[in-house]
C-alpha cells in the first residue's frame, strides 16, 4: 500500500508500529487532525467521510459529513468541534452540522482552531487569513432568528 495514503500509527515508547487497518486517506495527509486529548484522530477517508479513530486502540470510533477533495480538516481544543475546509463546523459528540460558513474567494489550505474554542482561523491559498469569531457568529443568528439546535451548539462564553 502507498504509505503516503494511508495512516501508521506508532507507539513512540516501545518504538514499534500500531497495526492499523482503517481506510487509506482520501489525498494523503492533507487532512489529518489530532484531537487535543493526543487519543483521536479525524481524516478524510477515501469512503469519502470524515472517520474519527482512537489512536490508541486503532478502532473507529465515528463518521461524519461528506469530504471533498481537497478537504482540511481541524478539531477544536475541546474536541467539541471538527471543521472542514468547506468550511463547516461539525458537532464531535452529535456528528451534526452545526453551521456551514460563507465560501471563501479561493481554496482553503489549513485550518486551526485558537486554544479556546472560539476563535477559527482559515488560512487561504493566495495568502490570506479569515478569522471567525464563533461566539460571536452564535449571537448573531440567534439575534435574526436563527438559533442553533441545543446540540450543535458552541460552548458559551462565562
Same mark, same amino acid.
Do not use: Y
Given at each position: 500500500?502507498?504509505?503516503?495514503?494511508?495512516?501508521?500509527?506508532?507507539?513512540?515508547?516501545?518504538?514499534?508500529?500500531?497495526?492499523?487497518?482503517?481506510?487509506?486517506?482520501?489525498? /494523503?495527509?492533507?487532512? &489529518? %487532525?489530532?484531537? #487535543?486529548? @493526543?487519543?483521536?484522530?479525524?481524516?478524510?477517508?477515501?469512503?469519502?467521510?470524515? =472517520?474519527?479513530?482512537?489512536?490508541r486502540?486503532?478502532?473507529?470510533?465515528?463518521?461524519?459529513?461528506?469530504?471533498?477533495?481537497?478537504?482540511?480538516?481541524?478539531?477544536?481544543?475541546?474536541?467539541?468541534?471538527?471543521?472542514?475546509a468547506?468550511?463547516?463546523?461539525?458537532?464531535?459528540?452529535? /456528528?451534526?452540522?452545526? &453551521? %456551514?460558513?460563507? #465560501?471563501? @474567494?479561493?481554496?482553503?489550505?489549513?485550518?486551526?482552531?485558537?486554544?479556546?474554542? =472560539?476563535?477559527?482561523?482559515?488560512?487561504?491559498?493566495?495568502?490570506?487569513?479569515?478569522?471567525?469569531?464563533?461566539?460571536?457568529?452564535?449571537?448573531?443568528?440567534?439575534?435574526?432568528?436563527?438559533?442553533?439546535?441545543?446540540?450543535?451548539?458552541?460552548p458559551?462564553?462565562?
Open positions: 500500500m502507498d504509505r503516503e495514503h494511508s495512516v501508521c500509527l506508532w507507539d513512540l515508547a516501545n518504538e514499534r508500529e500500531i497495526p492499523f487497518v482503517g481506510p487509506p486517506l482520501l489525498e /494523503g495527509w492533507h487532512s &489529518l %487532525a489530532f484531537w #487535543p486529548d @493526543s487519543d483521536h484522530l479525524t481524516f478524510g477517508s477515501d469512503k469519502r467521510m470524515f =472517520e474519527t479513530w482512537d489512536a486502540t486503532a478502532r473507529r470510533m465515528s463518521s461524519l459529513g461528506q469530504v471533498k477533495e481537497g478537504t482540511g480538516v481541524a478539531a477544536s481544543a475541546d474536541g467539541r468541534w471538527l471543521t472542514n468547506d468550511p463547516t463546523l461539525w458537532s464531535s459528540k452529535t /456528528g451534526s452540522r452545526g &453551521l %456551514a460558513l460563507p #465560501p471563501e @474567494s479561493t481554496l482553503i489550505w489549513s485550518l486551526a482552531w485558537s486554544p479556546d474554542g =472560539e476563535r477559527l482561523a482559515v488560512g487561504l491559498a493566495d495568502g490570506g487569513l479569515v478569522i471567525w469569531n464563533v461566539p460571536k457568529i452564535q449571537t448573531e443568528l440567534t439575534r435574526i432568528g436563527l438559533a442553533w439546535r441545543a446540540e450543535a451548539r458552541p458559551q462564553e462565562q
